[in-house]
Every structure is written in C-alpha cells, then in structure tokens.
C-alpha cells in the first residue's frame, strides 16, 4: 500500500479547500467504517485522507419550525437513533436507525458517510427518500441543495460531485398524521444488511381512503426504489387487502431485482411481494413511527419450495467482525 496523508481540517472551507487541491487523489473519511474496509481491501487507494472527524460544526440535530429536523453530516447514527427529538418528532428515523448493523458500527458510522456511501443495502436511505428529506453539499463553488430522491445514482455513485462536502440532512415535517413503518429483513445474521428493507408512509382523510402513499424499497436494485405508479393506484382507495396486493403486485413487476449472498432475484421477488403489502399494512395500522413489529417467521411468509438454496446465491467477500449483533429483524 503506498504512503497516504492524512488531512484533518477544522472548517469546511479547509475541507473542500483540500478537495480542491488534491482533486481525484483525495479521498473523505467521516466515521471511517466503510473507507477503511475499501482501504484493507484495496479497493481504493487515494493519496490522501481528508478526515472531517474534527468539524466539531457538522455534529448536531436540531428541528426549525417551518424546515423540519437538520441532522450534521457527522452526527454519528447511534446519536440520531437515540435523539430525544428524534425520537418524539420523527420515531421512524429513530427505529431506522436503530437498526443499522450492531452498537459498535452506529457509535463510529455517521448519518452523512451512510449517504455518501451509497451502498445499495443500506437501511436509511428508504426512509429519507420516503419522508423527502434533501442533503446539503459544499462545495469552493458553494453550496447546494440535492433531493434524495435524486441523490443516489447507481451503485455506491452519487449526485456529490468529488469535491463536494456532505454537511447537512433535511427533513422536513411530515403531514400530521402520517403513519409510517420500515421493515428490516435480513436472511443472515441479526447485524447484517437487509436482503430487503421495505419503507411505508400512509396518509389517510376522515374517511380512510388514502391521500398518500409513498413505499421506498433498499437492497433489491442499485438504488432504493419507488414506483410511483403502484403508489397512485391506491389513491382516494380504501386499503383494502385486494388494493394493498394489487400494489405490492405492481412493485413486483416494476422491480428487476438484483441477486447476491443475501437472496436471488427470484426470491427478491417474492419478497418485495410479501414486504410491500406488510410494510403498508403496518404503516396503517402502527400510525407514525412503527418502525415495523416483529416479523413472521421466514417459514410463513413462503412456500418451502420458494427458498432458494445456498448454492444459487451470488457469493461475496465475508464482512468484517465488528462485534456484537443487534438491529435487524429476520426469520426466527
Ligand atoms: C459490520 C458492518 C455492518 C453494517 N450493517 C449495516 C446495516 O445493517 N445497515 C446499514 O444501513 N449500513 C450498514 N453498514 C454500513 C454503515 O452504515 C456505513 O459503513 C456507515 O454508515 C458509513 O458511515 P461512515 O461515517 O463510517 O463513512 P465513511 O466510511 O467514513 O465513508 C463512507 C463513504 O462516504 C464518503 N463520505 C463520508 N462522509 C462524507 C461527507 N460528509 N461528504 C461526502 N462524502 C462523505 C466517504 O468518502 C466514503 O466514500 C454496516 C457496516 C459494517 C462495517
């Protein structure tokens, strides 16, 4: 491995200033959780780190009337996931980020780097894009303001141009009364990334026919995936199990799901079918906040015939062993 410098900015105006000046040779590191494995498994090699571990600045949470929640990009995930703001005015961030990996992880990860990584199982994502929360990026150009929606470009490939700087998450208030549920479901061990992370937000009138729904889905394509078609079928629709399939169905047929060690895509398939009904079922009966309760069994959700076996999974490097397991739900 070749000699690497590493920078350690104070400001962010030192930050993107070196950015600048080293241009493709450098490299950011936040919590350092994903770089330093890119980094042992020389999957990259940058001739600089430029470390934002000491922009005390970028380290906050805090809600403006009128905006919604600014979380800093260096804000690490277990403070986002036990923030007493967080927590009564957004609980469903609060249980997301409850549970992503295990306690060592979220202690190091920031909410930024999880981002900024972009890697296609990750458990955030679905949830920001689905409460459309936006990022802010600095840059010596300035700043700018980027949708989530629009954020994530393919794998581990962002909007954020390589010398901008991720400070801020917004998300703005949602409307009152949105239920929401987020369902992890893993098929490996407790700490691991979902096979499919399944996010709900159901807004109901007086009636009960739904006003809004929005599902965003991690882990079955490069990017999380939303298909607004399925989602406006349920408009001004009781949801009713026939509405609700008819839209898990839809997500089903839009979604060219990927395969790796964590599941096919035949058997992505079948879970996007299975989780996009119970994410919305959740979502309507938990009201905001229900981060999703306790999963079925694996063994009920399908046929024996429908699991795939071991052999047919695309292999993968192991992850590293970062300690204890908590956070994810899977099959029992
Ligand atoms: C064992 C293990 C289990 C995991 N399980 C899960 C899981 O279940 N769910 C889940 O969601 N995630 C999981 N992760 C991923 C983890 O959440 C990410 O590694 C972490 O969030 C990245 O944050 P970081 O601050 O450590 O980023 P870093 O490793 O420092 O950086 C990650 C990437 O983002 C860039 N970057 C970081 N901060 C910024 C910024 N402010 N502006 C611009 N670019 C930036 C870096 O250059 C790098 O490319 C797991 C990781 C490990 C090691």
Redesign the pocket.
């Known amino acids: 491995m070749r000699a690497m410098e590493i920078l350690e900015p104070r400001s962010v105006e030192e930050a993107v200033s070196f950015l600048r000046q080293y241009g493709d040779e450098a490299?950011?590191?936040?919590?350092?959780?994903?770089?330093?494995?890119?980094l042992q498994n020389r999957l990259i090699s940058p001739a600089c780190l430029v470390s934002?571990g000491r922009i005390d600045s970028?380290n906050y949470i805090r809600r403006e009337p009128g905006v919604g929640l600014r979380i800093g990009?260096?804000t690490p995930?277990r403070d986002a996931e036990t923030s007493a703001l967080v927590r009564e005015r957004f609980p469903i961030l609060a249980e997301t980020f409850g549970?992503?990996?295990?306690v060592r992880?979220r202690n190091?990860?920031?909410v930024?780097?999880?981002l900024?990584?972009a890697?296609y199982?990750?458990?955030?994502p679905a949830v920001l894009v689905g409460l459309r929360a936006r990022v802010k990026a600095v840059s010596q150009r300035g700043e700018r303001e980027i949708p989530l929606t629009d954020f994530f470009r393919d794998f581990?490939e962002t909007a954020?141009a390589p010398d901008?700087?991720?400070?801020e998450v917004v998300v703005p208030e949602p409307p009152p009364g949105l239920r929401s549920a987020y369902i992890?479901y893993v098929t490996r061990s407790s700490?691991?990334?979902?096979c499919i992370g399944t996010a709900a937000f159901v807004d109901l009138d007086e009636g009960g026919r739904c006003r809004e729904l929005r599902v965003v889905i991690n882990a079955v394509a490069e990017t999380p995936q939303e298909i607004a078609e399925a989602e406006q079928m349920a408009i001004g629709q009781q949801l009713t199990d026939e509405v609700v399939g008819a839209a898990a169905e839809r997500y089903a047929e839009a979604i060219e799901p990927l395969a790796d060690m964590r599941g096919s895509a035949w058997y992505r398939t079948q879970m996007i079918r299975v989780f996009v009904r119970r994410a919305i079922e959740q979502a309507v009966a938990g009201n905001s906040g229900d981060g999703g309760g306790a999963l079925t069994p694996r063994s009920a959700l399908v046929p024996r015939s429908a699991l795939v076996p071991r052999s047919a999974l695309v292999p993968q490097p192991p992850?590293?062993n970062?300690g204890e397991g908590a956070?994810?739900e899977g099959p029992a």
């Open positions: 490299r950011i590191i936040a919590g350092g959780t994903a770089v330093v494995l890119m934002l970028l990009a260096l995930i549970k992503v990996a295990n992880v190091a990860a920031t930024g780097g999880n900024a990584e890697d199982a990750s458990d955030p581990y954020l901008e700087v991720l400070t992890k700490e691991d990334r979902p992850l590293p970062l956070g994810g």
